[in-house]
Every structure is written in C-alpha cells, then in structure tokens.
C-alpha cells in the first residue's frame, strides 16, 4: 500500500462516513491508498458490516483488499443513515429483525456500542449492551479512577464500573485513552491489576483494545539506565582510596555484585574475594539465606562458605540502597528473584505448605468410597485447607470400625479416582470433559480445589493433564492452540481428519456439506474459497471443542486450583510445575526405594542384605510383586510425592513372619528369617495378598 504522509490526508474524506476528521483515538488511523485515491478511518473500515479482511496485513488497506472496499462503498451507498439520513451507511445493528444503519460517528453520536472483537459486532441505541449491576449504597458521587474527576456510580454509555472491583468506575473516554496507549499486554484494572475479567468486559462495552505493545514500551530508550550495572562498594568499611564508586576492572577494585540481589556491590579486596568468579551476598541477602524458616526447611550448600568467617565482620551494616524491610517480607522478595535454590517443585510446595497451621481437622474416610467422602468432608462448613489434615479410615456410616488412616495414602487414591472421574476426557493426557450433572453440583470447582489440597498437603503428582489444559491453565484459552490429541470424540475427530486432508476443493466442500448441521451447531461454518481455508475451519472446530465447549466447567476448575495460591505458583513457574502435571512420575528402581528408606536397626542384621537382594530381584522381574506394590505396602502411596514423604519411610527389622507395612508412619518391617528364599516367599505372600484384599474390599463397596 502506498501510504501518505503524514498530513496529507487530513483534507480527504472517508470514503465510508464521508467526514476528514483525523481522530485517532475516535474514529481509529486515518489511511489513504495513493494508487487508487482511496481514504478510510481504520474503525470505519472495520465495523462495515458486508465486508471481511481476505488479504494479507499489507495487501490495500490494513488487509481489506481494494475491489472489497469498493464493492461496500457501493452497498452501503443503497443504505440511509437512521441519524444523519444520508446515503452511505455501511454499519448495521446485529439486533434481530432491528434494520438501523449507520455511519460510524453517527453510531458514536447516538451512543452505540461497536465491539471489537470476535465478528466486529454492532449495536445501535435500542439493544446496545448494559451493564446490570445491584442496588448499591453509594449516594454521593465517586472519582473516576483515571482522571479523578467526580462522576455519579450510575452505568450509562459514558460511565462504566469494572466487572472486577465494584468501586472502580471511569469516564469510557478516559477507559479508550488508556486501553489504546496500553496495548493488549498491560491494559488492566486501574484497581486490581486484574486483565483476563476486565479486557472481556471492556471489549463487551466497546472498548478497542489494540493489539499492539505499550505506548511507553515504544519509546526509544526509555529505560536506558535501566541498563546500566550497579556499581558502587557498599560494605560497612570501604578500603580504596578513589572512594565507593570507583570501579577499576581486572584489579583488586573491580565491583562485584550480589549474586542474589544485583542491588548491592563490593570491591574484591573490601570483602577479601580472591577472584572476580567467587560468589558474593550482601548482608540482607546473607541473611535471608542462611537464617530464614525457608532455608531451615531445606538447606543448600553455599560455595566459597570457607570465607564465611572474613567476610562476616564487613557486612554488619545492610546495603544503603535497600529500604529495610521485616524478616518475612525480605523472604518472599528473595524467594521471586529466580535464584537457583528455589526453582525445583519440591521447594516450591515447601514453600506452599508454610501456610498450613498448627491446628488440625480430622477426616472420616470411606476407603471404599473415596470422592464421595472427601467431597462431604471439603464441603463441611468447619473444613478448612490450611489445617493439618488428620485421616481416619471408617467402613459404614456407623462409626463402629475406624482406625487411623494415612493422609498421603487418602492423597493418593483421591487423585487416582480424580484422574478416571467423568469430568476428565482422553486416554493418558487428559482435558476437561463436558458433564452437566458435575457442572450442576459444582464438581469441577471440587476438583481444582482437591488437587490443589493435594499438591500442599504432601499428595502424588497427578501427571494426567493434557498440555493443552496446562498451557490454558497458564497462558489463558486465548493463547492456547488445541491439537488433534486433545479430542477424545470419535466422530469429531474422523470429521477433522476428513477436512484436513482433503486434496481438492471437491471433496472439501463435500465433507463440509456432509456436516453442516454440525458445523452450523458449533458456530464453524466460514466462507471457504481456497484449499488452504480448510486449515482455518479445522483450528476452529478444535478451538470450539476443546476449549469453548468447556469453557464453563474451566473457568470453576480453575476457581477451585486458586485454593492456598496453587494456582498463582503454577502461572510463576510452569516450568516446574509441568512436570508434576502433565507428566507421570519416574518408574520406581531399586536404587531409588533403598535411598528412599532410612535403615532404623544394626547395619549387621542379615534382614537387610536379603532387602536388597529382594529389591534387586523385584526390579529385574523375577517377582510377581512389582517396585509400586512395594511402595503402596509401605505408604499407601504409588510413587514419591513431589514433596516428598512426611515422616520420611524407615525399614525395621522384627523376629516375625511376615512383613508389616505402617502407613501411618510410612515404617516398613522386614522379617528376620533363616534363608533369603524365605525371606523373598515371605514378602511375596504378604505384599500381594494385602494389596489382593483391599482390592477386594473396593470391588465388593462398588458392587453394592
């Protein structure tokens, strides 16, 4: 396109609403073609109601091909205005059986409401949409939340509440001026910060929301002493003579940097660092480090900790760049700088469970039963998650047998029977299904929170989600692009299959007639001209079914993963949280069960030679009993939880029989016996008819 200067087409008209008002922020970039003598607003252009973007983002004006425009600026010269009652009107009203045309500041004159996205609908003053909001108690008027200035909590046209704060309001002239200067990526709530609710309410209402960076990101070195290195000696005692600044490169009074912080620096010879690769932390940051609860949970060795000793008496005093801050406070800034101690999963739900109180909540459990019984407990007006969860394993509704259970063990069999529930679909990755009845009860919200439960509380890595529910989890459904994997409908999937390689338009439009009752059903059907359309119409059949059918039961689910910030520690670091979701653990060895278990008994008892060889065997196949019978025996659980087991699994060794397993204590007892043959028949026998029985005891509930 060959664009004009700026300037030069302030004088021409738009060939659409006839006026040469050049309002960015009104009437959207004001365009002429050169070649072909043609001038539109950018809104004008997009909210005409007979015309689509067929060509490429530079192919005639903003993708709107030449012949198209002029073709409706021919329709629209039939249609009269219902304001200004001129000719020329290309935009209409998406109302049913509503037949008002008009130009575009027509529209914004009479107070339509002209949303940008989705199809670029339309909607004159009649059945414009209205923001419905309860009776509230505000009787005088309130700021806008922009400009300040004070305007009445009433929602017209030009007042709009966000959807996520109820006392924010603003002028919608205000609400389009930031929107365009933000930019898709930081327009948010003036309040909250919230994006994902308030862009969708503000593109309701009319906002244009441009996808394009931030106006203040576009500014040529905008932050250029952003880049500039700290550089200056902060310990309590500097010894170069040239003062704190100075910074002399490959000498002793090179500065070095806090490796956790970068906000503080030393000379190498202030803090007697022999060499510019030795690590260094300032004072607050040694501090947290070393004395903090989180450091006390898991401790990492420090390199060059043989400078402790020197380097302790120079940093007495904290760094004069860093405003002080409570113990607690300094932790959680520390713990979002990225440092390499605190990026693994395990460290991360530590980190979760930090929340969980001292007092405790005791759960009645139906083994037999297990969804059904935790649902009743989670719901019980008294459950609450940051409690330490006590287990008791009960048989009937009577109470009369109960014995205390394992917390992990519940744990475990909940996330087993989550992952076959009916509101999951798929084969091994799994995404949310569409179940009526579950939506109904509110099952889905259930779900979110009890693997959010979970994963604090010492649970398994549910392993079961599809990347697709882990990425719209993460990113949004808006970023996130379905594969033909995630459809788990046969007959969905064979109609896909059958567009996608269809060879010529024949058989593509024979397929496509074949399902057009579907395709209509599902909002699919689009204008197909060329083969390579079918790529599009098969993107929107797995948008549709993957994401979109599911929307409601997602939206709940992910309500419920909000439970004790599991779900804000997912969008932080998926990386770490990928692995546990969407990805089974690591098959048990026999390596891993014999570092798993601390020996609690003489290291000369032959029990413990013959557990070894007994792990040995079971991993090289020569048992019935496989390494995860093993574990459940011990623990009730089926592999390592993420965080790992509390209290940690002990072996002992007993003059007795046959092997015990304690769940409640995560305690293994090995018979003492004569032989290694006995000892292998007797493990066998014990591991595999306990795990034989509580089967049973499953499968005679279910069958009741």
């Given at each position: ?13 738009c ?67 219902s ?54 108690n ?68 009319g ?30 005692r ?53 004395n ?5 949970a ?39 700088q ?28 139906k ?39 394992s917390?992990q ?38 779900a ?5 439960i ?27 692009q379905?594969?033909?994997d ?30 057009y ?7 699919c ?180």
């Amino acid at each position: 396109m060959n664009e004009n200067k700026p300037g030069d087409s302030q004088n021409l008209a738009c060939v659409f609403c006839r006026k040469n008002d050049d309002c960015a922020n009104k009437y959207g970039e004001k365009k002429t073609n050169e070649k072909w003598n043609l001038t539109v607003h950018y809104y004008c252009l997009l909210m005409s109601s007979g015309i689509w973007q067929r060509g490429e983002e530079e192919e005639g004006v903003y993708g709107f091909l030449i012949e198209d425009i002029r073709k409706e600026v021919t329709r629209a010269s039939k249609l009269k205005c219902s304001v200004c009652k001129k000719n020329g009107a290309s935009i209409g009203c998406v109302a049913p059986r509503c037949k008002r045309s008009y130009h575009f500041p027509c529209g914004l004159q009479r107070e339509c409401i002209f949303q940008f996205t989705g199809n670029f609908a339309s909607f004159c003053w009649k059945h414009r949409p209205v923001q419905i909001i309860t009776p509230n108690n505000y009787r005088d008027s309130v700021p806008c939340t922009i400009c300040l200035e004070f305007i009445a909590p009433i929602p017209t046209y030009s007042v709009l509440r966000s959807p996520c704060c109820k006392n924010a309001w603003f002028h919608r002239d205000c609400v389009q001026v930031q929107a365009i200067n933000a930019g898709v990526f930081f327009f948010r709530c003036t309040i909250c910060n919230n994006s994902d609710i308030f862009q969708k309410e503000m593109l309701r209402m009319g906002i244009h929301i441009p996808e394009k960076d931030a106006s203040w990101e576009l500014e040529e070195n905008a932050y250029q002493e952003l880049l500039e290195p700290y550089a200056r000696c902060d310990v309590r005692r500097c010894r170069c003579k040239e003062g704190r600044d100075y910074n002399g490169p490959d000498s002793k009074w090179e500065i070095k940097r806090c490796q956790c912080c970068g906000s503080s620096g030393t000379h190498l010879a202030c803090s007697s660092l022999q060499s510019w690769e030795q690590n260094w932390e300032c004072s607050e940051c040694r501090s947290i480090i070393y004395n903090s609860d989180f450091r006390k949970a898991k401790k990492h060795s420090l390199p060059n900790s043989n400078n402790a000793a020197i380097t302790d008496c120079l940093l007495e005093e904290s760094s004069p760049k860093l405003p002080r801050q409570s113990p607690g406070a300094q932790s959680k800034d520390l713990l979002r700088q990225g440092s390499k101690f605190r990026r693994d999963i395990s460290t991360i739900l530590i980190e979760l469970g930090f929340q969980i109180k001292k007092k405790s909540k005791r759960l009645c459990i139906k083994k037999a039963d297990i969804w059904n019984s935790a649902l009743d407990e989670f719901r019980n007006q008294n459950f609450n998650p940051s409690y330490i969860i006590e287990v008791v394993f009960i048989e009937n509704d009577n109470f009369e047998r109960e014995h205390p259970g394992s917390k992990q063990e519940f744990l475990s069999l909940l996330m087993q029977h989550l992952e076959n529930s009916p509101m999951f679909e798929g084969s091994l990755s799994k995404n949310l299904s569409l179940n009526s009845q579950a939506l109904k009860e509110n099952l889905y919200y259930e779900a979110g929170k009890m693997l959010a439960i979970s994963l604090v509380h010492g649970g398994p890595s549910p392993g079961f989600f599809s990347k697709t529910l882990f990425n719209c989890l993460v990113y949004g459904p808006e970023n996130t692009q379905p594969i033909l994997d995630d459809v788990s409908d046969f007959d969905v999937a064979q109609i896909i299959i059958r567009i996608k390689t269809a060879t010529n338009m024949d058989d593509l439009n024979s397929v496509i007639n074949e399902c057009y009752n579907y395709l209509e059903l599902i909002g699919c059907l689009r204008l197909i001209k060329t083969l390579t359309d079918k790529y599009m119409l098969v993107e929107d059949i797995l948008v549709y079914h993957v994401i979109k059918r599911v929307q409601a039961p997602f939206e709940s689910f992910k309500q419920g993963l909000k439970t004790l910030g599991v779900l804000e520690k997912i969008q932080m670091y998926p990386e770490a949280f990928c692995n546990i979701l969407c990805h089974k653990p690591e098959t048990l060895s026999a390596k891993s069960l014999r570092d798993l278990f601390t020996v609690h008994t003489l290291p000369n008892v032959p029990a413990l030679g013959f557990w070894n060889s007994y792990l040995q065997s079971v991993e090289d196949g020569k048992s019935a009993i496989t390494m995860k019978d093993i574990l459940i025996f011990a623990t009730g659980c089926n592999s390592i939880p993420p965080a790992g087991f509390k209290p940690a699994p002990s072996i002992e060794c007993l003059h007795m029989d046959f092997p015990v397993g304690n769940k409640c204590n995560n305690c293994l007892a090995l018979p003492i016996t004569s032989t290694y043959k006995k000892f292998q028949e007797n493990m066998d026998f014990a591991i595999r008819n306990t795990l034989r029985l509580e089967k049973e005891k499953c499968s005679h509930y279910d069958g009741h």
